[in-house]
T-cell receptor, first 116, second 116 residues
Framework: GAGVSQSPSNKVTEKGKDVELRCDPISGHTALYWYRQSLGQGLEFLIYFQGNSAPDKSGLPSDRFSAERTGGSVSTLTIQRTQQEDSAVYLCASNLVPGVEYNEQFFGPGTRLTVL | AQTVTQSQPEMSVQEAETVTLSCTYDTSESDYYLFWYKQPPSRQMILVIR??????QNATENRFSVNFQKAAKSFSLKISDSQLGDAAMYFC?????????????FGKGITLSVRP
């Protein structure tokens, strides 16, 4: 595709339910990142993928959060037993080749998650 | 760990005037990138400008320019001839220069409004 896509655009769920958020990076981009944007906060890094491996999971806030990436492409962020504090916009980004001098990180439009 | 601080939550500017958005950061690294991103209501993060820390010359992109003060760890964005379309949230961000993990560290952002 032309850019990073995310689905769904908006998700409303009830407290305690599990949710899955999807990210389709730009074709050929080997690095993929998830960020969370809470109200009044900047973007917080959650997890970084290089291919299908996640060498940096340091931003995941709790063990209710997990993510996977398959085929070096699509990634899914799963939040189990959602809580109201999980309400935020979840943004995905990808870039071509990490470690190269500079290459731009391209962002998707995000998924707005609302936990009632 | 690196931190990015944007202390002004909101700013307003008259159309066609100039506005400066402030950002400070903290790092022990000598080489890094700094960025300004724009996020309109569509949530799509747009790269406005980037600065490599090893470059003494301030980056410029059309109406956007930065004042990079490495010793002071300051990185402000100047928007000249402000336009209604400049109204958005602006985020300052930091990225390490080396390493495969290109994760970004963001400030909390500033909401810029443009008065017609």
């Amino acid at each position: 595709g032309a850019g990073v896509s995310q689905s769904p655009s908006n998700k409303v769920t009830e407290k305690g339910k599990d949710v899955e958020l999807r990210c389709d990076p730009i074709s050929g981009h080997t690095a993929l990142y998830w960020y969370r944007q809470s109200l009044g906060q900047g973007l917080e890094f959650l997890i970084y993928f290089q291919g299908n491996s996640a060498p940096d999971k340091s931003g995941l806030p709790s063990d209710r959060f997990s993510a996977e990436r398959t085929g070096g492409s699509v990634s899914t962020l799963t939040i189990q037993r959602t809580q109201q504090e999980d309400s935020a916009v979840y943004l995905c980004a990808s870039n071509l080749v990490p470690g190269v001098e500079y290459n731009e990180q391209f962002f998707g439009p995000g998924t707005r998650l609302t936990v009632l | 760990a690196q931190t990015v601080t944007q202390s002004q939550p909101e700013m307003s500017v008259q159309e066609a005037e100039t506005v400066t958005l402030s950002c400070t950061y903290d790092t022990s690294e000598s080489d890094y990138y700094l960025f300004w991103y724009k996020q309109p209501p569509s949530r799509q993060m747009i790269l406005v400008i980037r600065q490599e820390a090893y470059k003494q010359q301030n980056a410029t992109e059309n109406r956007f320019s930065v004042n990079f003060q490495k010793a002071a760890k300051s990185f402000s964005l100047k928007i000249s001839d402000s336009q209604l379309g400049d109204a958005a949230m602006y985020f300052c961000a930091y990225r390490s220069y080396t390493g495969a993990n290109s994760k970004l560290t963001f400030g909390k952002g500033i909401t810029l409004s443009v008065r017609p």
